[in-house]
């Protein structure tokens, strides 16, 4: 929804509906603006058929990353066919670094100059990325989450809010950054750190994936 949101507030595409594996075609999600479900995921292929219609994929994977982020592989959607959505309110210096897509950079996010965000990351409201920072795809940066410069943030990683990670760190792949943690050191694959300092608490163990609402946009122009 909050995809949705941002992409009604742009005046180059509309939101045409939600592919969800759990809620049945002609249910609605969302609460106060209630946004139709049109499809399920299977279903994907028809839809971007059309030349005009693209697609932003989130998934509620923060418990199992790894198989949501080979789930959301298997669905096989052309990079083309992704949609940014980039709230007019969020700092991205276009010219300065690399965006990919499929990104969702929410309100007042801030991205520095020399940095990569890749496929299928999303930013929350005022997350912040240091300069020369490196966020492999299917990440989730959350809300007040500072990432310093120099840093490496692996695939499927979610960093959680109002926490910070020192300048050059390397967060492993499909590892969680606990809420209000201070990341000063490296921290490996698979792993859950939490704390000031950041402390390791376990490594990540295999759990059902659970798809949440995917968002599809039709461009106007």
Sequence with gaps: MIAASIIDRSKDAE???????????????????????????????????????YVFVAYEGISDPYNSYHRWKSLGIPREKYYNVI??????????????????VAQFSQISPDTTI??????LG?????????????SHLTTNSVVGAHVHIGKGVTVGMNSTIRGRV????????????????????????????????????????????????????
């Design 15 to 53: 939101v045409l509906g939600f592919l969800n594996d759990i809620v049945p075609i002609g249910g609605y999600i969302g609460t106060k603006k209630k946004i139709s479900v049109i499809g399920a995921t299977e279903e994907l292929a028809q839809f971007i058929m059309d030349e005009n219609t």
């Design 126 to 138: 005022n997350a912040f990325v240091g300069h020369d920072t490196y966020v492999d795809e299917f």
């Design 170 to 221: 390397r967060v492993g792949d499909f590892s969680l950054i606990g809420a209000g943690s201070v990341v000063l050191d490296d921290v490996p694959d698979n792993t859950i750190v939490a704390g000031n300092p950041a402390r390791v608490l376990r490594e990540r163990g295999p759990l059902n994936y659970l798809s949440k609402p995917s968002a599809v946009s039709k461009n106007d122009k």
């Design 87 to 104: 709230d007019s309110l969020a700092v991205v210096p276009w010219d300065y670094c690399n965006i990919g897509q499929g990104v969702m």
């Design 118 to 123: 890749s496929d299928n990351t999303i930013l």
